[in-house]
Antibody, heavy 121, light 107 residues
Framework: EVQLVQSGAEVKKPGESLKISCKGSGYSFTNNWIAWVRQMPGKGLEWMGIIYPGDSDTRYSPSFQGQVTFSADKSINTAYLQWSGLKASDTAIYFC??????????????WGQGTLVTVSS | EIVLTQSPGTLSLSPGERATLSCRASQSVSSKNIVWYQQKPGQAPRLLIYGASSRATGIPDRFSGSGSGTDFTLTISRLEPEDLAVYYCQQYGTSLTFGGGTKVEIK
């Protein structure tokens, strides 16, 4: 069974750093892109970017370029999203999702449960 | 960047009624690149439709997708109480964007 399990909720202060994780199981983790998606309180979904765990090739949405960093450790089937200096506006739920391609289409077929990040002084 | 505009913002219907959700793109998108997701309250999004019209595994046949060019539609033929959710369209042409979502309420 394919699963993406994310790390637990975090409460941080502005300026602090943070790294959250997304662990995949039940499939070949290195052969599928992993996306990160932000959902601010009461708002819609925003694509942050994508990483290929096999070689850590990374693509960032222009809105998030320079604001966050993606990484992956293929030895433990885990992808990471990190911030070096959090802001209150980073308060949101962050989802990871597996990108799957079939018949010329690509889509996010499995999602993590989400990690709530709260940034408050 | 391709902007996706979903309408209506909220749809309030009774069980058994037909729901029609619209997703309009700011420029033409290949049908292969249109995806729909369902997000129930407090849950992660769930894949419904990919390639504009192909149902994902386990999705009931009351959900269907159609459209081409700039206009795409998600139809729920007979609403069930468990269809209460926000529905998002997504495209991945030159970049990837989500629509703002349509909230489906059950009367």
């Amino acid at each position: 069974e394919v699963q993406l399990v994310q790390s637990g909720a975090e409460v941080k202060k502005p300026g602090e750093s943070l790294k959250i994780s997304c662990k995949g199981s039940g499939y070949s983790f290195t052969n599928n892109w992993i996306a990160w998606v932000r959902q601010m309180p009461g708002k819609g979904l925003e694509w942050m970017g994508i990483i290929y765990p096999g070689d850590s090739d990374t693509r960032y949405s222009p809105s998030f370029q320079g604001q966050v960093t993606f990484s992956a450790d293929k030895s433990i089937n885990t992808a990471y999203l990190q911030w070096s200096g959090l802001k209150a506006s980073d308060t949101a739920i962050y989802f990871c999702a597996r990108r799957y391609s079939s018949g010329g289409s690509a889509y996010f077929d499995y999602w993590g449960q989400g990690t709530l990040v709260t940034v408050s002084s | 960047e391709i902007v996706l505009t979903q309408s209506p913002g909220t749809l309030s219907l009774s069980p058994g009624e037909r729901a029609t959700l619209s997703c309009r793109a700011s420029q033409s998108v290949s049908s292969k690149n249109i995806v729909w997701y369902q997000q129930k309250p407090g849950q992660a999004p769930r894949l419904l439709i990919y390639g504009a019209s192909s149902r994902a595994t386990g999705i009931p046949d009351r959900f269907s997708g159609s459209g081409s060019g700039t206009d795409f539609t998600l139809t729920i033929s007979r609403l069930e109480p468990e269809d209460l959710a926000v529905y998002y369209c997504q495209q991945y042409g030159t970049s990837l964007t989500f629509g703002g979502g349509t909230k489906v309420e059950i009367k």
